[in-house]
């Protein structure tokens, strides 16, 4: 990935600006965590005050029980007055639907609707254990009303025998519609619910739909809520779908066996959370969106900005617009100042340029006297040479004598020729064997790649060369019409090899004695280039290899030297 200048300051804003949002996310993670708690004990003192309250209900339909069982008229088992009696009470506390008076048996004594129907309720469970347990007030558990199918809640105390009076039971039915009409006017929260059940787990009353829950049972998978051994909280799926935090209480822990419920809805509960999380949420995506436009803004104009003058300045330079300039003023920031040093660094290299031209003219001016020069005193010592020695040595001699001069100056003419501080390996070779390839220009063939070769390494190799092509004149391959040299080089492994090979020529036997040539190859070539000069005079031609080290011979800065 292209790590632009604007990218990265970006990143570094983003990373600035992380540590916000990480703040931002910690605390609302604190208060909605703070707001469930909170939740928990609310639905948890919601459903003991509710519980209280139904306590509370039962309690005085206890003591209307208990004020009933102790009037005279009752005692006396009158009916007619006893009725008469009971409806009085009865028009008095609403929550009650009906007020029967029971004998032991069962047998309907007297009502307050002054029904003279009469019931036997012997079977029911609530009416033995009220017979069992007198003066402890027995609960039922839902029931319909068996005379006017109404929902109620029985409720029953037994009455111990007195003397002559005969044992009864006083049993009242609490009205669940009047119940859920108390729960419908009681303030719940919204979404909220209450849910009041016997020990059985059917519900007796609920809120909100009443109709739809009411005289059904508890599903099984809350059942453990109802069987529970402590009031507690739970979060909970409720059978409207609605998700709620309940606070319950179950019937072992109520007085009266009765389970009791309260939910709180959580999605109502944390709407404000929610409301202030999506504000704040907002505000921080706007604040960092607008960070990101800002920093991306200001690196364009402030950072990218002055760096792409100077890139244009760097570019324009490279093309040859050598006056162009950034133009930037360090007094206004560290990139102008950068600016400035690189106008200043340019104009110093203009100069620096100006004056490597200057010297480089002269450089070449000297070169050309020097080569001029050097010209004349190699044919100045090649003319004394020749009127000192002629007649006094074998005319062989003195050709030898003018050849290896003559190589001698080929090697510093290229020297003086090559504008750079290397030179080829193939011009030298070329220039070195110039004169005896002239013989006939098919008979000697070059094999290597373009490598150029250190200024210390030239006049060594065409000395050794010349030397070669002499002998190969006089001995070898070019002595008769048929041989041919192959000259190859090649660099591999950090050495330099450049390998000399006649064939075709008359056949070789090695020589007696070690001649002059000979000796000058090894021992010049073994000093300037530390190289290792193996010459074999195999029947079919001479072989020499020169193994040089490329620190020797190659210079680094060709690309050539890598091939």
Avoid at 170 to 182: C, E, N, Q
Avoid at 222 to 246: C, K, N, P, W, Y
Wanted: some cysteine; glycine content about 6%.
């Amino acid at each position: 990935m292209r790590m632009t200048l604007g990218l990265r300051l970006l990143l570094i804003t983003l990373a600035g600006i992380l540590p916000m949002l990480a703040i931002i996310v910690f605390n609302e993670h604190s208060v909605r965590q703070s707001r469930y708690l909170e939740i928990h004990q609310l639905a948890a003192a919601d459903a003991q005050q509710a519980a209280l309250e139904i306590e509370r209900l039962i309690t005085g339909a206890e003591n209307v029980l208990k004020t009933v069982s102790a009037a005279p008229l009752i005692e006396r088992l009158d009916a007619v007055r006893c009725a008469d009696y009971l409806s009085n009470i009865k028009g008095q506390i609403p929550e009650l639907f009906l007020i029967v008076v029971y004998d032991a048996n069962g047998k309907t004594i007297c009502r307050s609707d002054r029904s003279q129907v009469v019931t036997d309720i012997s079977d029911l469970t609530y009416f033995k254990t009220a017979v069992a347990s007198p003066g402890k007030l027995s609960v039922g558990t839902y029931t319909q009303s068996r005379t006017a199918e109404h929902p109620v809640l029985p409720l029953a105390l037994g009455i111990p025998a007195k003397e002559t009076k005969p044992a009864i039971v006083v049993a009242a039915a609490l009205d669940l519609d009047w119940l859920a009409g108390i729960l419908k006017h009681r303030e719940i929260a919204s979404n909220g619910s209450l849910t009041i059940a016997d020990a059985d787990g059917v519900i007796i009353a609920r809120e909100p739909f009443p109709d739809r829950f009411v005289g059904t049972a508890i599903p099984e998978n809350f059942m453990h809520l109802v069987r529970a051994t402590s009031s507690g909280t739970l979060e909970v799926v409720s059978q409207d779908g609605t998700r709620r935090i309940i606070g319950y209480v179950p019937a072992s822990v109520s007085p009266d066996g009765i389970y009791l419920s309260v939910g709180i809805s959580v999605d109502d509960a944390f709407a404000e959370i929610d409301r202030g999380s999506l504000r704040a949420a907002t505000i921080a995506i706007s604040a960092s969106a607008i960070a990101l436009l800002l920093a991306h803004w200001f690196s364009r104009k402030l950072v990218q900005g002055p760096v792409l003058k100077i890139q244009q300045s760097v570019s324009a330079r490279r093309k040859g617009q050598g006056t162009m300039r950034t133009g930037m003023d360090s007094r206004q920031g560290e990139l102008e100042a950068l600016g400035q040093e690189f106008d200043q660094f340019m104009d110093e290299l203009d100069r620096a340029n100006a004056d490597r031209l200057h010297a480089e003219e002269r450089r070449q001016l000297m070169t050309h006297e020097l080569s001029h020069r050097l010209k004349n005193v190699i044919a100045t010592i090649q003319s004394v040479a020749v009127q000192t020695f002629r007649g006094q040595t074998a005319p062989d001699v003195l050709t030898t004598f003018t050849q290896r001069l003559g190589s001698i100056a080929t090697a510093h003419h290229l020297l003086l020729r090559d504008t750079e501080s290397a030179s080829s390996i193939r011009a030298t070779v070329e220039a070195s064997i110039a004169t005896f390839a002239n013989l006939d220009n098919q008979r000697i063939r070059l094999e290597g790649p373009e490598i150029r070769i250190k200024p210390a390494s030239v006049q060594s190799l065409a000395m050794a060369l010349h030397e070669l092509a002499t002998n190969a004149v006089k001995y070898g391959a070019l002595s008769n019409d048929l041989g041919s040299i192959r000259i190859s080089w090649n660099v591999s492994d950090d050495i330099f090899r450049l390998e000399w090979r006649e064939v075709g020529g008359p056949l070789v036997t090695p020589p007696d004695h070690t001649g002059f040539g000979t000796k000058m190859i090894e021992r010049v070539l073994s000093m300037e280039l530390k190289a290792d000069v193996s010459l074999r005079y195999e029947p079919t031609g001479v072989v020499c290899v020169i193994l040089a080290p490329v620190s020797t011979t190659v210079d680094g800065t060709s690309e050539d030297s890598q091939t």
